[in-house]
């Protein structure tokens, strides 16, 4: 211990301790003067962590009659498959069988139902305008002459 500049074991023990104590009032004494500066750079991180989770990217799929939520996952579906997240189509977007007595036009006259061709060239109808989910064509605003020859049929 005299090589290093201490009397004893003990003084050196005595001695680490005491620089132990003052570098953490020194420690305690930074973070009491940068209070405002941690607490800023904890929000921006938080920040950070919340935007980048927010704005991750979503994707869906066509299950059946309605679009699904998914995580991008080539091996359990196709590319062709997975389409990018879009709210409206998960809640308002589905495939229909509409019945002769169901409203298909609202009060203004305004149309509430679609219709486009599978890949079978059958009539298949939709509650919202968009692609049709399984050939990606255009669907079209229902009609009255579709209605009568391919829904109301007598």
């Not at 941690?38 to 990217?57: A, D, E, K, M, P």
Request: net charge positive; glycine share 4%; charged share 30%.
């Amino acid at each position: 211990s005299k090589y290093l500049g201490y009397d004893n074991y003990a003084d050196f023990t005595k001695q680490q301790i005491e620089i132990s104590e003052k570098s953490n009032k020194n420690l305690t004494s930074i973070i009491k003067k940068n209070k405002l500066t941690i607490i800023v750079i904890l929000i921006i991180i938080s920040s950070i962590f919340i935007y980048s989770y927010s704005t991750r990217q979503r994707w869906m799929i066509w299950q059946e009659d309605h679009y699904i939520e998914v995580d991008f996952d080539v091996q359990k579906y196709s590319v062709n498959q997975i389409k990018v997240f879009k709210e409206e189509r998960i809640l308002y977007f589905k495939k229909v069988k509409p019945k002769c007595d169901d409203v298909f036009f609202d009060k203004g006259g305004n149309v509430l139902m679609w219709y486009g061709k599978n890949r079978d060239k059958n009539y298949e109808f939709f509650t919202a305008l968009g692609l049709h989910p399984e050939t990606g064509k255009t669907l079209k605003p229902i009609t009255r002459y579709i209605i009568d020859k391919h829904i109301c049929k007598e």
